[in-house]
């Protein structure tokens, strides 16, 4: 039931935009020698109640035997030969670039928004989630696993790889000329 925000990436952004709890208690799973650097990026954007982090990071959680669960992540062209109309694909990518170029059967689902919109997608079916380049996926992936939805395929590298094949795509607009 736990969620991945990655250091490697926007954390604090999106661990503001996510976690709407200034108070939220948080239990950090961090790699080896990064669990200072969270907790300070987390307190500098007012998350002060870290309750601690996980000493020997997730290797250490394994090695104690718990139970950890994990989300498939494939690469383009191996979704490609898998692609048809059919597939459920979330774009996870902010609207404006969803407007600008997306999969052709793909459907807008913002990280920004993804609690307010969980209703709209059902349990029982399986989804591939993208975004630009596999960061806000896996945080999306990830959120959707802990909220219980099991049939999850993350798609490594996201749009700019999906770019490269020959699934459907609209064609480009530039975003600053939408409306």
Excluded at 70 to 97: H, M, Q, T
Excluded at 123 to 146: F, N
């Amino acid at each position: 039931n736990s969620i991945f925000i990655g250091l490697n990436g926007s954390f604090a952004p999106w661990v503001g935009a996510l976690i709407t709890d200034l108070h939220q208690p948080i239990l950090l799973i961090a790699p080896e020698g990064k669990e200072k650097e969270a907790v300070t990026r987390l307190s500098r954007v007012g998350y002060d109640n870290t309750l601690g982090y996980l000493k020997g990071g997730i290797n250490a959680w394994e090695h104690t035997g718990k139970e950890t669960d994990s989300i498939e992540s494939i690469p383009a062209d191996v979704f490609e030969k898998l692609y048809n109309k059919d597939l459920n694909i979330l774009d996870v990518r902010k609207p404006g670039e969803f407007e600008a170029e997306h999969l052709k059967t793909a459907a807008s689902f913002p990280l920004d928004f993804i609690s307010e919109n969980m209703s709209q997608i059902d349990k029982s079916k399986q989804y591939y989630v993208h975004c630009a380049g596999g960061y806000r996926s896996a945080i999306a992936a990830s959120i959707l696993k802990a909220r219980g939805f099991n049939n999850l395929v993350d798609l490594a590298g996201g749009f700019a790889t999906l770019k490269q094949t020959a699934i459907p795509k609209t064609n480009y607009v530039c975003p600053s000329t939408i409306k």
